[in-house]
């Protein structure tokens, strides 16, 4: 079971820290991402982390969102730094998918509910 929260309404410019907690899983084996849904469009990669810790960002993101994990504490995190109106969407987490340096390959069985983020401008 997974459990995103932390989304919310923010300003242009200003930060939110998305969580996902994880249940019954052996977290610290698996590697893991965010997704998003923006209005109207499809869901996208937004950043992943390896079970070693490598991360991978969307071009979109990079350099203002952060991927992290806490493997005592089985939970993801992606700390979103400047938001900007389009990074307005719900927001999923995904665990026990494929990382690769090529990207992330989700596990179509493991989605969470989705955090909605809204960005005003």
């Known amino acids: 079971q997974l459990v995103e929260s932390g989304g919310g309404l923010m300003q242009a410019g200003g930060s939110l820290r998305l969580s996902c907690a994880a249940s019954m899983w052996r977290f610290n084996m698996n590697d893991m991402g965010w997704y998003r849904k923006p209005p109207g469009k499809q869901r996208e990669s937004v950043a992943a982390?390896?079970?070693?810790?490598?991360?991978i960002y969307s071009d979109s993101v990079k350099g203002r969102f952060t991927i992290s994990r806490d493997n005592a504490n089985n939970t993801l995190y992606l700390q979103m730094n400047n938001l900007k109106p389009e990074d307005k969407a719900v927001y999923y987490c995904?665990?026990?998918?494929?990382?690769?340096?090529?990207?992330?390959?989700?596990?179509?069985?493991?989605w969470g509910q989705g955090t909605q983020v809204t960005v005003s401008s």
């Open positions: 982390i390896s079970r070693g810790g490598r991360t």
């Open positions: 995904n665990l026990g998918g494929t990382y690769s340096s090529h990207g992330y390959i989700p596990n179509p069985r493991s």
